[in-house]
Nanobody, 124 residues
Framework: QVQLVESGGGLVQAGGSLRLSCAAS????????MAWFRQAPGKEREFVGG????????DYADSVKGRFTISRDNAKNTVYLQMNSLKPEDTAVYFC?????????????????WGQGTHVTVSL
């Protein structure tokens, strides 16, 4: 089983960019589909984007489509979330998650492994 550690969060002005990283330990990273979720204050955790093991299938929430890009480097055991054109409503704790299987899923219940989260704050 992999362990996940997120980094790259911080404070950014609206319109700016951030790149989140999620480093995975373990030799079986390549077998996992990966996803990013986020949880804003007072709201439920929601799906942001996902990527399958071979990077030929990605999925994004409508709210971030065209602004965020998920990618992975299996040689570095790392998944990334490039966030551009950030908005105040993107403010949240961002979590990466891993699931076994052959497809990307938006259902957080299907993800068995989670990181501790990294905070992203977007100011006006």
């Amino acid at each position: 089983q992999v362990q996940l550690v997120e980094s790259g969060g911080g404070l950014v002005q609206a319109g700016g960019s951030l790149r989140l990283s999620c480093a995975a330990s373990g030799r079986t990273f390549i077998y996992y589909n990966m996803a990013w979720f986020r949880q804003a204050p007072g709201k439920e955790r929601e799906f942001v984007g996902g990527i399958n093991w071979s990077s030929d299938n990605t999925d994004y929430a409508d709210s971030v489509k065209g602004r965020f890009t998920i990618s992975r480097d299996n040689a570095k055991n790392t998944v990334y979330l490039q966030m551009n054109s950030l908005k105040p409503e993107d403010t949240a704790v961002y979590f990466c998650a891993a699931r076994s299987g052959t497809r990307v899923s938006r259902n957080q219940l299907e993800y068995a492994t989670w990181g501790q989260g990294t905070h992203v704050t977007v100011s006006l």
